[in-house]
Structure formats: C-alpha cells, structure tokens
C-alpha cells in the first residue's frame, strides 16, 4: 500500500468513526439529550455533535492502531508457523479464549449479588455473531482463507482494543465505544483488498 491509499483509508476511517460515534452517542444517551431536540436548541446540538466527533476519531485512530498491529502479527503467525491451517487453528483458540475471558472476568469483577450472566455472555455473542457476519462477507469478497484471520480481528482485536472502557465497566461508554470500534474496524477489513487491489 502507497501512502497516497494508507491517508485515504485513514481520512475515510476518521469520517466513519466520527459519524457512527455522533449516531451512536446520540441514541444510547437519548434521555439525556432528547430535551435539546424538543427545544430545538441548535447550539447545544451543534456542541455534543462535535464533542461526539472528536471521541469518535479517537475511537477510529484506536482502531487504526489494532487494524495494522493484526496486520504485522498475521505475517508474523505464518511465517512461525509456517501453514496457514495451523495458524488459522491457533487463532481459532485464541477468539475462544478471549471471548470466555471477555464474560468469565468481567462477571467476576463486576457482577452484582444475584446478578444473571446472561447480560454478560449476551454481549459476547453479540461480537462473536457480528465478526461471523463480516467475516463471511470478507471471505465471499475475496476467499476462503480469509475467514478465519477476519473472524480473528473482529473478536480478538475488537475487544483488545476495547479494553480501556472494559476497565471501568460504565455502561454507556461501554456501547459509544464498542459500536464505533466494530463499524470501523469492519470498514478497514472489507474495505483494504481493494484498495490495494487484490483477492
């Protein structure tokens, strides 16, 4: 990838993580902001919007960051491994590992006394069903041997790159966080081979 494609895929991915964090942030913290909308309070509007932007390309560059670390580490995976089944299968127990760890430890840590695990193995799912998805979609665009390293970078990195809100378990910078990073990193995975031009 030349410089010229690598601004454009960061100026695009700036834009995506702006706007998704402005949507997002607007309906997960509705209740808070509906009275804006009811009095039409154009300037205060204007104000979060721009707040939420800024977050947002924080949240892309966050993404940025993970996208390019995965991108060096699967090279580094095949090259040690040497066989792309083998290192597909490592990556395999590895989502495996930091999904259970993601519900495991969080409860842990978090839960309340009598509090169900099913909020916390329900956004698990959640990530887990949402990279199957974009993954597929990336295999269908380019091949099979995509799957799985897709798969990878959506659970994986998605909830490495989460973590900083993971630490502090505030429900709602939990979801402006998660939303955006999923978006963006989606963007990034089905949006690089043509840029670059290859299957």
Partial sequence: MNSRKWVKLFLSTLVV???STGIVGFAIKWN??????ASFDVKEIISVLIWLIGVGFIFSVISQMGFFAYLTIHRFGLGIFRSVSLWNSVQLVLIAFV???LVYF????????????????GIA???????LIVAYIKMKQ???EAFVPALF??????I??????LRINEESWLYLMLFPLLICNAYQLLILHKLIGTK
């Fill in 17 to 19: 993580g702006g706007i």
């Fill in 32 to 37: 808070e902001y509906k009275h804006l909308f």
């Fill in 99 to 101: 999904l259970f760890d």
């Fill in 106 to 121: 969080r409860y842990q840590l978090f839960a309340e006394e009598g509090e169900s695990l099913f909020s916390y193995i």
């Fill in 125 to 131: 799912v959640f990530i887990f069903i949402f990279g």
């Fill in 142 to 144: 380019t091949n099979k």
């Fill in 153 to 158: 970078f959506m659970t994986v990195v998605t």
């Fill in 160 to 165: 490495i790159e989460w973590f900083p809100v």
